[in-house]
């Protein structure tokens, strides 16, 4: 395994615990905020905490030039945020992440990442299919429809959200692709239970194409693999 593979590994791991950690501390911020404050030494903890996090930063900067003195900052400049899609604006009200986790489920059992990754970064997927095309039109969600074809503000919130949501993903990912295909009956139970368990309640799952949904499931771990390894930052060895 070379360096950008592993390097790829660590970013996903940290991306997953950054969500996990985010969702628990939303769910339930007195239990976290009790379990911090009764660990033991808690100012050493702090300390040693702060300065790995400071390692890790410079590490990011040197790889544009931190000079690491008072000459003039090398670093780039802060790059302005993208801009909304066409028809969205800042007063429309947050999608609901959770059911954009269960309708990119739902894209992925239909062999679809690829084309909403290409929608969602390009507002088009280069082709007329007719799968994705339902997709987008009627296995919506109701909370995640709007007015129009564009689906501006679903396009902003995924544009957003979609990489670290899908690195979140990634261990429903590696069970649904380690499904055993030699009892073909039973693939459908186990599936829709694992996909049941992570999607909101009141997700709609299709009847059939459970046993082909396994490979469609191996090809979505391959693309995100190589999305992984073009968005790994390149560090220096400590």
Same mark, same amino acid.
């Given at each position: 395994?070379?360096?950008?593979?592993?390097?790829a590994?660590?970013?996903?791991?940290?991306?997953?615990?950054?969500?996990?950690?985010?969702?628990?501390?939303?769910?339930?911020?007195?239990?976290?905020?009790?379990?911090?404050?009764?660990?033991?030494?808690?100012?050493?903890?702090?300390?040693?905490?702060a300065?790995?996090?400071?390692?890790?930063?410079?590490?990011?900067?040197?790889?544009?030039?931190?000079?690491?003195?008072?000459?003039?900052?090398?670093?780039?400049?802060c790059?302005?945020?993208?801009?909304?899609?066409?028809?969205?604006t800042?007063?429309?009200?947050?999608?609901?992440?959770?059911?954009?986790?269960?309708?990119?489920?739902?894209?992925?059992?239909?062999?679809?990442?690829?084309?909403?990754?290409?929608?969602?970064?390009?507002?088009?997927?280069?082709?007329?299919?007719?799968?994705?095309?339902?997709?987008?039109?009627?296995e919506?969600?109701?909370?995640?429809?709007?007015?129009?074809?564009?689906?501006?503000?679903?396009?902003?919130t995924?544009?957003?959200?979609?990489?670290?949501?899908?690195?979140?993903l990634?261990?429903?990912?590696?069970?649904?692709?380690? *499904?055993?295909?030699?009892?073909? @009956? /039973?693939?459908?139970? +186990?599936?829709?239970?694992? &996909?049941?368990?992570?999607? $909101?309640?009141?997700?709609?799952?299709?009847?059939?194409g459970?046993?082909?949904?396994? *490979?469609?499931?191996?090809?979505? @771990? /391959?693309?995100?693999? +190589?999305?992984?390894?073009? &968005?790994?930052?390149?560090? $220096?060895?400590?």
């Open positions: 395994m070379g360096d950008a593979e592993l390097r590994i660590c970013r996903q791991n940290v991306a997953r615990a950054r969500a996990r950690l985010r969702a628990t501390l939303a769910a339930r911020p007195e239990a976290v905020l009790s379990a911090l404050l009764g660990l033991d030494a808690l100012h050493a903890r702090t300390q040693d905490a300065g790995r996090y400071a390692y890790a930063w410079v590490n990011r900067e040197l790889t544009f030039g931190l000079s690491m003195g008072h000459a003039p900052r090398v670093t780039p400049r790059v302005a945020p993208d801009p909304l899609p066409e028809g969205a800042d007063a429309d009200p947050a999608m609901s992440i959770d059911e954009a986790k269960g309708w990119v489920l739902l894209v992925i059992f239909r062999g679809r990442l690829g084309h909403l990754w290409r929608w969602v970064y390009d507002g088009t997927t280069g082709d007329r299919d007719s799968v994705w095309g339902a997709l987008l039109k009627s919506l969600p109701p909370s995640l429809r709007e007015p129009g074809l564009h689906r501006p503000r679903l396009r902003q995924l544009r957003a959200e979609l990489p670290e949501l899908l690195w979140e990634e261990p429903v990912l590696n069970t649904w692709a380690n *499904q055993d295909l030699s009892e073909p @009956r /039973r693939v459908k139970a +186990r599936v829709l239970k694992l &996909l049941q368990s992570t999607a $909101p309640a009141g997700q709609r799952w299709p009847a059939r459970y046993v082909e949904s396994v *490979q469609h499931v191996i090809d979505a @771990r /391959r693309q995100l693999q +190589r999305w992984s390894r073009h &968005l790994a930052p390149v560090l $220096p060895s400590p």
